[in-house]
């Protein structure tokens, strides 16, 4: 959500959450690598499923917002602060879920949330 109160395009909420997962993962480049030009890095991959935000993972878990946000903040759900809100990653819901282990390890508990 922007400050305003409006919300972000779904294209702006995937950079979003490309932008942050790179950084999650991302060390840094080797020495002497040649910076792509811009427009032309393909990953050869699809594009990550858009970000979820609470209240469409409150409607997916049968479970109030508050408790998708208590469970991002608590990092039982891969997920970002974007303003006051939460976006959460669609795998990591579905591991939540259905009680599948995630990458850190934990198994997340399967069934109803809350």
Do not use: K
């Not at 959450?17 to 032309?40: K, N």
Request: charged residues 25%.
């Amino acid at each position: 959500m922007r400050a305003d109160g409006g919300r972000l395009s779904p294209d702006a909420e995937r950079l979003l959450i490309a932008l942050h997962r790179a950084a999650e993962t991302l060390d840094g480049s080797a020495r002497g690598t040649t910076p792509a030009a811009p427009g032309t890095v393909d990953t050869g991959e699809e594009a990550a499923p858009a970000p979820l935000t609470t209240g469409q993972a409150a409607d997916i878990l049968g479970c109030s917002r508050r408790l998708v946000r208590r469970l991002a903040a608590a990092g039982r759900l891969r997920a970002f602060r974007l303003g006051r809100d939460w976006l959460i990653d669609p795998g990591t819901l579905d591991d939540y879920r259905f009680g599948r282990e995630n990458s850190h390890g934990r198994h997340h508990h399967a069934g109803r949330a809350g």
